[in-house]
């Protein structure tokens, strides 16, 4: 397996723009975990799915984040509009029954 | 205004020493705790893993130590080398929250050769 496989490795966008970050999980895995890493907050939770159901999402900031399953081995993350705070790496990540996660290699997004 | 980030812990070690890498862990109802390591560019990668019916687990090189009294994480390295250098963050997995797995703030650790 090639490991969980994220789209696209950077993404420079104007301020305004819809932004849909994608992942495609381990094959059999079936938990999925959304994360941002800044320097100045770390590695923060945004949303995870067990199943293809959203289990929790309060680590979403704002509306403008949205994220979905539309089947057990891809998800999608999407800004909209976004913003230059939202610029930093974001890190998706699966994994079977509570077992360790696997991580992506990120998306760097910068909004200008 | 200048944008101040996060003040990560660093550990700096020479070479063939012993590295240990501390973590203090939030949810005393966690049952399940990981190690990562993140190098530049990259994603995190699992280490090591240790539930919490134990206290103690081996892997190549690195131990892992968990002390619920206390919820203290510690991960040893021994006879660290330059390709150990990197971002090691501990993970909790809160199984009381559905398998939520938050990361804590991470420690850099620079070999020196």
């Known amino acids: 397996d090639a490991g969980v496989i994220q789209s696209p490795r950077h993404e420079v966008t104007e301020m305004g723009q819809e932004v849909t970050l994608r992942c495609k999980l381990i094959s059999g895995h079936n938990s999925l975990f959304w994360y941002r890493q800044t320097m100045m907050r770390g590695l923060e939770l945004l949303i995870y799915?067990?199943?293809?159901?959203?289990?929790?999402d309060s680590g979403m900031p704002e509306d403008r984040f949205s994220a979905k399953m539309p089947n057990a081995s891809f998800s999608t993350l999407k800004i909209q509009p976004s913003e230059p705070r939202d610029s930093a790496v974001y890190f998706c990540a699966s994994s079977f029954s509570g077992a360790e996660a696997f991580f992506g290699q990120g998306t760097r997004l910068t909004v200008v | 205004g200048e944008n101040v980030g996060l003040h990560l812990p660093t550990l700096s070690v020479q070479e063939g020493d012993n590295s240990i890498i501390n973590c203090a862990y939030s949810?005393?109802?966690?049952?399940?705790f990981i190690w990562y390591k993140q190098e530049s560019g990259k994603g995190p990668q699992f280490i090591i893993d240790i539930r919490s019916n134990m206290d103690k687990r081996q892997g190549q090189r690195v131990t892992v130590l968990l002390n619920k009294t206390v919820k203290h994480l510690s991960l040893q390295i021994a006879a660290t080398q330059p390709g150990d250098s990197a971002v090691y963050f501990c993970a909790e997995n809160m199984n009381n929250q559905g398998g939520k797995l938050i990361f804590g703030q991470g420690t850099e650790l620079s070999v020196k050769p």
């Open positions: 799915f067990n199943n293809n159901v959203p289990i929790d």
């Open positions: 949810n005393s109802a966690s049952d399940y």
